[in-house]
């Protein structure tokens, strides 16, 4: 079974008129190894480009090599051992780092990580808009991708994520295998969101 024929619409019960897109992104792990051009590749980071943020600092910086390059085994050396099975058939990986100061005055950005969020899921809806895979995780070394990226000081490394056409689920690691066939459901939305006050509604 590919993942390209699970239809997260299937398992994922949205309401009060939420557009079919938001459900249908999920992170699954199958992909094929083929490539991506360089061109598809920019068309979801120009899409994460036109995210907002505060006083329009723009602090998401996207560091990204493609399948068969020495740069992509630069950052698939920095994968954590569980990681590197399914993401060895990935078209493309990305180190995602965010700017902690402003660029006007160079005071700390308290949104800087919220802002990068915010590009990170404009760069994940478009790969849904093509259909592709496209997977974020914290399943790496932090600390190493910094100093061998040459990312600056005023920089965090937030994440890193996987990119590639959908792939047979059956090619996956055993305990990885149901995941693909199910996408994930969310918390209730009473859970997250509260009138008034933390954890409950209050006039």
Same mark, same amino acid.
């Given at each position: 079974?590919?993942?390209?024929?699970?239809?997260?619409?299937?398992?994922?019960?949205?309401?009060?008129?939420?557009?079919?897109?938001?459900?249908?992104?999920?992170?699954?792990r199958?992909m094929?190894?083929e490539?991506?051009?360089?061109?598809?590749?920019?068309?979801?980071?120009?899409?994460a480009?036109?995210?907002?943020?505060?006083?329009?600092?723009?602090p998401?910086?996207?560091i990204? @090599?493609?399948?068969?390059?020495?740069a992509? $085994?630069?950052l698939? +050396?920095? &994968? !954590?051992?569980g990681? =590197?099975?399914?993401?060895a058939?990935?078209?493309?990986?990305?180190?995602?780092?965010?700017?902690t100061t402003?660029?006007?005055?160079?005071?700390?950005?308290?949104?800087h990580?919220?802002d990068?969020?915010?590009?990170?899921?404009s760069?994940?809806?478009?790969?849904?808009?093509?259909?592709?895979?496209?997977?974020?995780?914290?399943?790496?070394?932090?600390?190493?991708?910094?100093?061998?990226?040459g990312?600056?000081?005023d920089?965090?490394?937030?994440?890193?994520a @996987?990119i590639?056409?959908?792939?047979?689920? $059956?090619?996956?690691? +055993?305990? &990885? !295998?149901?995941?693909? =066939?199910?996408?994930?459901?969310?918390?209730?939305l009473?859970?997250?969101?509260?009138?008034?006050?933390?954890?409950?509604s209050?006039?």
């Open positions: 079974m590919n993942v390209h024929d699970v239809d997260p619409t299937a398992h994922r019960d949205a309401g009060h008129g939420v557009d079919p897109l938001f459900v249908r992104r999920w992170s699954p199958a094929s190894g490539e991506i051009g360089e061109e598809e590749l920019k068309r979801l980071f120009e899409a480009r036109w995210a907002p943020s505060a006083f329009n600092n723009q998401w910086r996207f990204w @090599a493609r399948r068969g390059s020495a992509f $085994d630069r698939f +050396d920095l &994968l !954590r051992e990681n =590197r099975p399914w993401c058939n990935a078209a493309a990986l990305v180190v995602v780092a965010a700017r402003f660029e006007h005055n160079d005071k700390p950005s308290r949104t990580a919220f990068c969020g915010a590009a990170w899921m760069l994940a809806l478009q790969g849904t808009i093509c259909g592709l895979v496209v997977h974020g995780m914290q399943g790496f070394d932090y600390d190493r991708a910094a100093a061998e990226l990312v600056p000081e920089y965090a490394v937030q994440a890193m @996987a590639g056409h959908p792939g047979e689920i $059956d090619d996956l690691p +055993d305990k &990885l !295998r149901a995941r693909d =066939r199910e996408p994930s459901g969310r918390k209730e009473e859970e997250i969101a509260c009138e008034g006050m933390f954890g409950g209050h006039p």
